[in-house]
């Protein structure tokens, strides 16, 4: 490959992981073609970009991007696809998803979040976390929980007294 080529292709994958906030990083190797289409297809659905690329050009790739590949050095070898996605749990539910089925693919590392997990015992861990979304959801229900007992306590509150005041207007008659 000339180095030309490679150039352009470090130049690609840096931005694509610029693009993204997340990233993980995953071994497919033994998935017969039938099955890297299926997966492909699979993440394509669930908004997940799927490139394969050689460890030493994601090195040059992740350097260029701003994120230190020396984190990665021990990770990057053999057959390495990484997963790009802007939802943190997004990639390891699929992984996760694809895996009751298949052996592979198998976690090497993630990015998520501005935080490293290695290696794939923290699969379980990574398809359980929340997005930005849905933390942001759960705020808001929490803040709006008391706002509704107080808006439900003053309109029963509310009604009680309109009660009282029509009881005690009847008995004066």
């Known amino acids: 490959m000339k180095k030309e080529d490679k150039n352009k292709i470090i130049e690609n994958l840096a931005k694509e992981i610029k ?12 998935l017969n073609a039938e099955k890297t289409s299926k997966l492909r297809r699979i993440c394509f659905d669930k908004n997940i970009k799927l490139i394969v690329a050689k460890n030493t050009l994601l090195k040059l790739a992740l350097d260029k991007a701003g994120k230190d590949s020396t984190l990665f050095t021990g990770i990057l070898k053999g057959a390495t696809s990484i997963m790009l996605s802007n939802t943190a749990n997004a990639p390891g539910k699929l992984i996760k998803d694809f895996r009751r089925t298949e052996e592979k693919p198998v976690l090497k590392a993630a990015f998520v979040e501005e935080s490293l997990y290695l290696g794939d015992k923290e699969l379980d861990a990574l398809a359980t976390l929340k997005s930005k979304e849905e933390l942001i959801g759960d705020i808001i229900l929490l803040l709006q929980s008391p706002m509704k007992n107080l808006v439900s306590s003053l309109q029963s509150g509310g009604n009680i007294l309109s009660g ?7 008995r004066e008659k």
């Open 164 to 170: 009282v005041v029509k009881t005690l207007s009847e």
């Open 19 to 30: 693009n993204y906030t997340h990233f993980y990083l995953t071994d497919a190797s033994d």
